[in-house]
Structure formats: C-alpha cells, structure tokens
C-alpha cells in the first residue's frame, strides 16, 4: 500500500485560531481526520508531522526514503524562504505536492515566490481545508500513473 508523509510547516499548530478571515476556522486535527478519511478511500496510508522548526521539516524529509512514496506539503511561511526544504525535496526526490490554504497569489507579494513549487509535482492553494484533499487525490493519481507506467 502506497504511504504518503504528511508535513504542515510553522504555525499551522494553531489553525483554528490562527487568522481566521484568511485560514478558516478548521482545526489542524480536522484536517487531519479528512485526510485519514480520504487516505482510506484511495486506499493508501497517510502519517502526519507538523513542525515549526525548518531543521526537523528537513530531518522528515530525509527519513521519508524508504518509508513513504510521497509527501504532501504545507510549508507554511518556509514556503517563501526556505532553500533547505526545497533542497531537501529535491534531494530525496520523492514525488511532492505542495498546498496551501488562502490563495497566496492573492494575497502580499512576498508570497507569490515559493522555493517549493520547482521541485514540486504541482501545488494547490486557496480552497481551505479543501487543498489538502485535493492535493492528497492529485498526488496518489500521480504515484499510481507513474506506477503503471514502470509496469508497461
Ligand atoms: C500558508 C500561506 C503562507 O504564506 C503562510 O505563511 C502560512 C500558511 C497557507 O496555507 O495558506 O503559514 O501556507
């Protein structure tokens, strides 16, 4: 069965709480529990780390080879700074999506660059919780095409 690593960047703890004009009022934990629930639909595993430190986002990252297919990312801020993670992404190569809540495209211009998206599958932003869901679906359509096509 297919295993996808689920990473959620800083700050995204507090969702929920967090901004909620711009990020909703969904908790972490319930976007989560619909990933688990789209995750059995697809019939693949899902496993979550959400972390503020960009030094264990990396460290996940590396201890996904192995373990997991695909990553499926919110990098939070990390998006618009970090030249690690996107490093290592590139590094492990493994199949990832990134996402994003509010449609950051529309919002300030210092984050409409994401280091991310280079290295990236594709990236979904702006439906809310919906992202994830979509981008989980999106990600194993990717790692199953890429499967049969290995098998052809
Ligand atoms: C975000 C967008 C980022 O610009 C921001 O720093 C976040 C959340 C989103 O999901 O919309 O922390 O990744």
């Known amino acids: 069965m297919l295993s996808i690593l689920v990473l959620h ?5 507090l ?5 909620p004009g711009v990020y909703g ?3 972490l934990e319930d976007i989560n ?3 688990e629930l789209e995750a059995q639909s697809l019939q693949v595993k899902v496993a979550f780390l959400q972390s503020n430190h960009e030094g264990e986002l990396v460290d996940a990252i590396h ?21 690690a993670i996107r490093d290592a992404i590139a590094a492990v190569a493994l199949p990832t999506v990134e996402v994003h809540l509010s449609n950051v495209y529309r ?14 599958v ?11 869901r979509l981008g989980l679906r999106g990600l194993v359509k990717h790692l199953e095409i890429a499967k049969d096509a290995v098998k052809d």
């Open 63 to 83: 201890a996904a080879i192995g373990q997991h297919q695909g990553i499926l990312i919110n990098p939070g801020a990390y998006t618009h700074t970090s030249v």
């Open 33 to 35: 529990r619909s990933l």
């Open 9 to 13: 960047g800083p700050n995204l703890n």
């Open 15 to 19: 969702l929920g709480k967090r901004e």
């Open 122 to 132: 594709g990236q979904i932003s702006g439906f809310g919780a919906e992202s994830y």
């Open 25 to 27: 009022t969904t908790t």
């Open 107 to 120: 919002r300030e211009s210092f984050r409409h660059h994401s280091y991310i998206a280079p290295v990236a």
